[in-house]
Structure formats: C-alpha cells, structure tokens
DNA sequence: TTGAAAGCGTTACCAG
DNA sequence: CTGGTAACGCTTTCAA
C-alpha cells in the first residue's frame, strides 16, 4: 500500500510534477473547467490518472512548502457544552466550503492547558485562530497575537485591537427579557446573575436596569448573584426570600440558572407560571415540555459559527474593515 | 517576526540541528530527566535557548520527514449531538495526555461529506481514526480500511475485522429499564422505537423482550414504532391507543422519544407517573427537574471516549489485542 | 503551455 | 555523545 504522490501522478500521465501539482491546485471556475493555464486535454488526463491512481495530496509537504496550511483552530472551554457544540458544528460547516479544516480543542478554562494548546496548535501552522476566551487568557491571548495569527474572538471579549469580533448584544437581550415580563404586566421584576466578571452576564444585568428604569420601575430592579459552584442552594435561597418579598418574576439568564430555578420552583412548593413568571435563556427541553412552554432567550449560534468564519477568513486574506460584527439574540414567548 | 527554526537554536546553542532534534525529541522520564543519549549540560543549554528564541516545532516538516503525524481524527454525524460532543471531548482529553491533537469532523450523515472529509483528513496523515458510523457509511469505512489506518468504532458496528471497537451493550440496557419498570409492579410495559434499522435500536428492543419474556410477561410485550421525522405526532397516537388497552410504563430509548413522550402526555393531560410510567434514555434537564425526577439509562459517555482513544493508540502501536471492549450504560433511579 | 530545480524544516541514517 | 547530509512531497520561481 505505497502512498500515491504527485510523482507517480507525473509518470503515469507522462507530464513533470509541475503540471501535475498545478492542475491539482486550479479552482474550478463556475461552469466546472479547470482555471488555469494548463492544457484542457493534459489537464485532463492528470485528473483522470490522479483519480485512478487515487492519488491524496499530502498535507504537510503541501504546507512546509507553501506555509499555508488551510486549517482553522477553534479554542472555547469546553466542545461538550452545548452552547459551544453547536458553533462548532457551524464553524466546521462553513470553514468546510471554503476547503478549511478544523482542529478543535477545549482549553478546560486553564491557562496552562491553554498554553500547551496554543502550542501545538501553531506547530500545525493554522492560519487563523476562533477563541471564546475564559477569564484570564489575556496574557496568552497577547501571545497569539505576537504571532501574527488572525483571531476572532467570540462569545467573550477582550481588550486588543487586533481582535476580530463576533459577538451578541447582550445589553439588548436583558432588555428583551424584561420588557417581555413588563408588558405581561409584571412590576416585580428580579434577577439571578453569576458573580464571575465575565461581561455577557454584567451586559445582560446593564440590559435588564435600564428596561426596568425606562418603564418606570427603577426602585424595584434588583440583581442577586449566585455562586457558580454552589447554584442549587444559593437559588433556592434567594427564590425564599423573594417569595416574602412579593417577587412576580425572575430573569434567568443562563441555562444552568434556568435549570437550578426550576429546581428550587419544586422545592419550595411554588407555581410556575402563577406564583413566579420566568424568562430564561438558552435552549432546554424544560422550555418546550413544560406546560405552558417557557419564554427564553436564544443566542443566534448559527450566525455566530458562520460570521465568525467569515471575518476570520477575511482577516486572512488580508483585509481590514468588518472586523467587527455584533448579532442580536431573539425571544421565543407566546 | 521570523519563525524560529530548529536551526536558529542550534546557531545560538552552539550546537548541530541533530542534536536539537534530539533534545527536542526527548521524553521526561519519571524524574523530569531528558531520556536520551545527549549530554546533560547540553540538553540543558538547548532546551534554555529553545526556550528563550520561543522555538515551536514545524510539524508540517515533521510530519513529511516521519510519516507520522500525532494527530487522530474524530468523524460523527454531528458534533452538535451532545452525546457525541461529550465523547469528543474525553476523546480530546484522553488524546491530549498522549500529546496527540485531534481533528474532529460531522459527517452530517451524507456518504459524499464523509467521503470529502476522509479525502482532507487523510491528507493531514492522522495516524488513526474514529468513527460512529452512519448507516450506509461501509464502502467509505472499506476505503478507509484500504488505506491501512487503524479504525476504531463507537456507538454504531459495522462488520469488519480489522476494526477495534467499543460499544455499549444495549442489550443489558433494554433489560435494565424493563427490569426496573417490572421490579416498580408494572405489567403491561411497552416500548416506542425507530425503524431505522441500527444496531441499538434492535439491541435494546432486544433486550426489553428477554426481560418481558423472563418475568413470565412475554405476551404483553410490544414495541411501536414511531417514525424519525414525526416522532411529536406518532408518539400521541401511539400514547392514545395504549391508555385504551391499559399499558402501565413505556421504555423510550432515546432522548429525542422521551422528549415527545413527555410532550404527548402533556397534551392528552395524562399524568406521570401515576397514570403512565417511563424509564428514558440519555440525558436531560427535563429528568433532574421532574417531580418525582424520572428514571434513565446513561451511556457510559466518558469511559467510550476514554476507550476509544486507548484503543486507537494500542492499534497504532501495532498491538493485535484487546480491540474490543463492551461497555455497560447504567440506570438512575431512586 | 510546459519542465527543471531550489528549497520549506524536520528526522533518520551513518560516520566520527 | 556529536555532526553532516540525504531525503520527505510539495509549491514556486525561472527559463524554455
């Protein structure tokens, strides 16, 4: 099982490996003819051999020689969080039609794993880099960036000119969520956020302020902070004192708080939608299956995997604006 | 920002390109030691300069020289599955420990994608593949196996004997979830599965039967089937029919069924699980925040991806055992 | 329209 | 222990 090259191509098609290497690299143009200065007759023999021989064109002699590698790296923290599946599975797709590869790895939100990643990753020579960056990374993100290698960063920003961006208007989807909850006639109207310092959960509480301060109900905003590694009980705590409170309402603006809300609903004893209205985010069978159905909102993923490829693309290739994309998330209630 | 070579560190250190790559090429043993046959103070020196010029290696030029590539490939039918994302990332973990980087692909379940996917894949040189084959996939699978690459399986079989494998045994889980609605008192426990003709389907209908059979209730058994693309219409007409004939608890042997079977019931305002009773499959929020929360049958995610990535290396090395392993899934009740 | 030849940065071999 | 040197398979001038 000897590995077909583009010598064997040459031979065969009695035609030097130049013409072989040049008709295996044209792009074919919209009527399906080779785009290049070969031959029609040659060019198709060469293909014709190549095919028989099923010859593969090997990758790493391709990109020692040229330095280009056609290979996109995606880092988030974790491919097995849905969220991140999903605009993987969009990047891949639309990095896929343009003949980019993608290596994906997940960075575990350590810095050092990271770092190690980073490391490999550029020993295959990628041309470009998606990060949804965790807490912390600047420093290795400078690194990247000392490389040269175009970046888009999604999800999460971080400061640095050289960034493209592909990121959701989360100061417009905290207003959303409470505007949804004013117009069903909700006043009291609270919120559960993390305490992380990651600006999607501080931009979606600025959102939720000023809707709340625009119709007029100001005093009654109020956001309580759950710990990450401890939502059950620090749910179920604050839904306590809420209920005593005369809380109507809650924005849930993650899906683990979302899952830990309704949780703590069962707990307590209490009923949703009548005792405590929820607008929660991200996607669950929860929202669908219950009855009746849960408002929430949706980050658009699809358009994020796709943008984000695209500015990518055009940041290798060369040019400058549009770097910057902002994408708006979208309410599904009744 | 020129790229730092292999030759640039031997100038600086004083010393032959060689014995860099020797260096670089050294394993630690247990005692961070280098493990090679260089001079301690010279490795020293290397690997200090190395570190200091901020030396990677090109593996694009590794690779063409060695043949090898440290580099495995993942293909699903969509990595935005979470069943699969979650494998994928144990796959990514177990991997990375062995310094191996993994390219991970969906096949979309389209024989042409897949085929293309194999194409660019192969041109990286990855050293080994797995796959959760989709139906229709064996003549790409054969062409893969022509290229001599070692292939692992998941999820999914399909003859072949130089595949290693590792599944889960969906037998034993059909037994399990009919076991546990039986063990509760019920007697009259149907099931709702797909006719789509794979393997774990038919293992776990498989093994429900046994069970049925084993607790002298053989007659009562029976599987519906609903259809893929209308899964929410089939399984209310199903649910219908069977409150008529008095069924006790349905087996539903996917989240996607068990998702429908919770909307159904919604809608004919039945009650679980009083009126009806489920064992599910998978994983879902809907069975944590249920009250009572409902049974379901976990596939061992980690341990598949684990195994798969243990497997894959063992064949890469040449070793001819050990390419099968049957993994058990397990039940969450209370 | 075609071909010869020079590398790309490593590793592998062989000689010291 | 160390170093010289020939590949690896391809792209890319440059010349014909």
């Given at each position: ?27 074919r143009?919209?009527?399906?003819q ?29 990109s ?25 599975r ?16 997940s ?39 000392d ?10 920003d ?50 939720y ?30 839904f ?73 693309l ?21």
């Amino acid at each position: 099982m000897k590995k077909i090259t583009i010598r064997d191509v040459a031979r065969e098609a009695g035609v030097s490996i130049t013409l072989v290497s040049f008709v295996m690299n044209a792009k074919r143009d919209e009527n399906g003819q080779l785009d290049c200065c070969v031959n029609k007759d040659t060019a198709k023999r060469v293909l014709e051999v190549a095919r028989r021989l099923g010859y593969r064109r090997n990758q790493a002699a391709a990109s020692l020689r040229s330095g280009r590698s056609k290979t996109l790296a995606v880092i988030t923290s974790d491919i097995a969080n849905p969220f991140f599946a999903e605009i993987c599975r969009y990047i891949e797709n639309t990095a896929y039609v343009s003949d980019y590869t993608v290596i994906m790895a997940s960075s575990d939100e350590k810095a050092e794993k990271m770092d190690k990643l980073i490391d490999t990753i550029f020993g295959y020579n990628v041309e470009g880099l998606i990060v949804a960056p965790s807490p912390g990374s600047e420093n290795v993100l400078q690194r990247v960036l000392d490389t040269n290698t175009p970046t888009v960063l999604i999800d999460r920003d971080v400061k640095g000119d050289a960034f493209g961006r592909v990121m959701v208007d989360n100061v417009n989807s905290g207003c959303m969520a409470a505007e949804y909850l004013i117009g069903k006639g909700h006043k009291k109207i609270e919120m559960v956020s993390y305490d992380l310092g990651i600006s999607s959960f501080s931009d979606r509480e600025k959102g939720y302020m000023n809707a709340m301060k625009k119709a007029g109900l100001g005093s009654l905003a109020n956001v309580r902070c759950a710990s990450y590694d401890n939502v059950g009980n620090d749910v179920v705590n604050i839904f306590k004192d809420a209920v005593k409170r005369g809380v109507d309402a809650f924005i849930l603006p993650t899906k683990s708080l979302s899952v830990a809300g309704f949780k703590a609903l069962n707990s307590l004893g209490i009923k949703y939608p009548d005792d405590m209205d929820f607008v929660c985010f991200d996607e669950s069978d929860v929202y669908e299956i219950n009855e009746p159905p849960v408002a929430h909102i949706v980050q658009p993923v699809r358009e994020i995997g796709e943008k984000a490829v695209e500015v990518l693309l055009n940041m290798i290739a060369g040019k400058k604006e549009g770097k910057d994309v902002m994408l708006q998330a979208k309410l599904f209630g009744e």
